[in-house]
DNA sequence: CTTGGGTCCTGTGCGC
DNA sequence: TGCGCACAGGACCCAA
């Protein structure tokens, strides 16, 4: 699944396209997702502009002109393409599109008054949407529970000590919970541990605070470098096909099992372990 | 409360 | 070339 620097980059590309723009048409494919979509959820979103589009932890969040707001997941397999129209300036009314692409995990398909085609994939249907009443959406459940934001000030070492103090867990384990720090997923994770040379199974209780400084410096470092990436990727696909879920970037460790480890490449050796369900990857010599 | 394991769903890539 | 299996970036739920 696209991680807090994928979706941000989807937002970004999104946002263009949406912020201020008016849904003219709005087609759910299937009835659901994930879960089942709301009963009214075309109909509610058909005539909305959407004033704002943010991200929190790894959801979208569209804030319309209604009392709900449309939130997105992306879950592990989702993606959206923007597909724009053309011969617009020529105001002919006669719009071509990007020939229409895979139909058969198009499941959702925004078209906005300006006629741009805003498509959701998911083969997998681990995403899902909801429209969630924007009043009270910080006290939704999805919402409550969130950790803080890793790039904001909120997020430091003094709250990971607290956060971490007495588990047993690895911090592997630990910076995977959304409660924790929200946002994270498997690969920025074993990137991060990486990065400060923290061993990913042993107790998080036991880390050092100066060594969970360093923990937050990479984390943040990692994140920032991954958007923009991010960002540069979608300059380049601006151009081609509009798509927009994840992206190729250089990873250190992640799915790297046997090469050589960056911090010290005649030393280490990138290895791979299964915990809690998950592949961990990781330096032996280094991460420590 | 903490922890580990199973679950949703489909596609891809590997070894034989 | 075909087949079966392991595995995939998330997050919830439940049992011990």
Redesign the pocket.
Known sequence: ???LP?VETVRGGLAPVLEGHRLARVEARRPDL?FPLPENFVQVLTGAIVTRLERR???LLAALDREDTLVM?????GRFEIAHPEGVAERLGQFHYAPEPDA??AHIVFTTEEGARVTYYD????GYMALVNTATLHLH??FAGLGPEPLSDDFDATRLKSAFK?????PK??L?D?RIVA???????CEALNRARISPFK???GISKPRLEKLVTEIRAVLTEAIAAGGSTLRDFAQTDGAL???Q?RFRV??REGEPCANDPSVGVIA?K??????TFYCPACQT
């Open positions: 699944m696209p991680e994928e994930r932890a790894k959801y997941h992306l879950g592990m397999s058969k995990h083969p997998r249907r681990f459940p999805w007495d588990r047993k867990q690895g384990t630990l995977l959304q946002g994270l997923g498997n690969i920025y994770v107790p998080a209780g879920g994840y992206f970037h992640y799915d791979r299964v915990q809690a369900g998950r592949s």
